[in-house]
């Protein structure tokens, strides 16, 4: 699959996170990272050390034990990084599920 843009990776990205606890560990990651950044900037700078730390430890996790596949960061980190934030989003949203919907592979 050659991807050229994030609307391109977008849909390659909702399929590696199918499952919802996959997704809930990205945005507990995702928002303990900004955390982390929020108490680097107010403690110590030491603390930024920990933001992509804190960020991946949930992610990782999520796609070796419970999607079972390879993290999309190691091919798309930028891309993949403001997809784990707009995930974030749509499910705060509550529009997550039609994304996935949406771009489920059909058999």
Do not use: C
């Not at 995702?30 to 950044?37: K, Q």
């Amino acid at each position: 699959m050659e991807i050229r843009s994030f609307d391109d990776f977008w849909p390659y990205y909702v399929r590696a996170h199918s499952r919802e606890q996959t997704r809930v560990l990205h945005a507990i990651g995702s928002v303990m990272a900004v955390v982390m950044l929020g108490v680097a900037f107010a403690i110590s700078l030491w603390f930024l050390i920990a933001v992509p730390l804190v960020g991946y430890a949930f992610a990782w996790y999520a796609h070796f034990f419970v999607e079972k596949n390879k993290p999309a960061t190691f091919g798309h980190p930028f891309y993949s990084l403001a997809a784990d934030y707009r995930m974030t989003f749509l499910m705060m949203a509550g529009r997550m599920d039609e994304e996935v919907a949406k771009y489920a592979v059909k058999l």
